[in-house]
């Protein structure tokens, strides 16, 4: 039981630059979130799921994607990377009502 | 808007002393509090949740809610230096978004326990 494993764990992106953030959980959790951390500061969401093929914006979606369409994985798409995006990157899942379990998370500079 | 409040500190307490820590958030009809610590570099790790008003007691932590005053609090008895921490507070079921699926964190207090 691995748990939520996120990939990679850093990255160095140029600007303009896409990429995708993998998630993926073997607890069969419906519920699965991205935040992003800033230094210093509390988690952002950025889009969850609660369940496969469906996903909803959070407090700060812009300049994301994401897709669900396993209940195990869910990826997080930067397209046109841009500095304001460097930032740690957390996925989460849950199922309802239960704690959340956090992934490693992912270090991304933008540059 | 921030849906979910909480003061940043940091919060200094000498060993041994109870610390304090608050949270409010604006949806009434959220469902379920959670308190995280997280240490620097590392991912949140679940503290406690809370489902109904009252205390719930686990150890040396306590988590109290007040629903009518939107109002959810984590007490930390006989601090010690590895409680040196940020908490998170987090709030879900809250009427954000397309469901009540979300959960929406404060932007945590940082706590420092002094020996």
């Known amino acids: 039981n691995a748990g939520v494993t996120q990939t990679p764990k850093f990255r160095i992106l140029k600007i303009g630059q896409s990429m995708t953030l993998q998630c993926t959980q073997d607890?069969?959790?419906?519920?699965m979130y991205w935040y992003r951390q800033d230094p210093g500061m509390g988690l952002k969401l950025i889009y969850y799921?609660?369940?496969?093929?469906?996903?909803d914006k959070g407090e700060v979606p812009n300049g994301y994607n994401v897709s669900r369409s396993t209940t195990e994985d869910f990826p997080l798409r930067l397209e046109l990377a841009a500095p304001s995006q460097t930032s740690v990157y957390f996925c989460a899942s849950r199922s309802l009502n239960t704690e959340a379990f956090f992934g490693q998370g992912t270090r991304l500079t933008v540059v | 808007q921030k849906e979910v409040e909480q003061n940043s500190g940091p919060l200094s307490v000498p060993e041994g002393a109870i610390a304090s820590l608050n949270c409010t958030y604006s949806d009434r009809g959220s469902q379920s509090f959670f308190w995280y610590r997280q240490y620097s570099g590392k991912s949140p790790e679940l503290i406690m949740f809370i489902y109904s008003n009252g205390d719930k007691e686990d150890g040396r932590f306590t988590a109290q809610l007040n629903k009518a005053s939107q109002y959810v609090s984590l007490l930390i008895r006989d601090s010690q230096p590895s409680d040196s921490a940020t908490y998170l507070c987090?709030?879900?079921?809250?009427?954000?978004?397309?469901?009540?699926?979300?959960?929406?964190f404060g932007k945590g207090t940082k706590l420092s326990v002094k020996p």
């Open positions: 987090a709030v879900s079921g809250m009427n954000y978004g397309g469901s009540q699926g979300n959960l929406i």
């Open positions: 607890m069969n959790h419906n519920y």
């Open positions: 799921s609660v369940g496969a093929g469906i996903t």
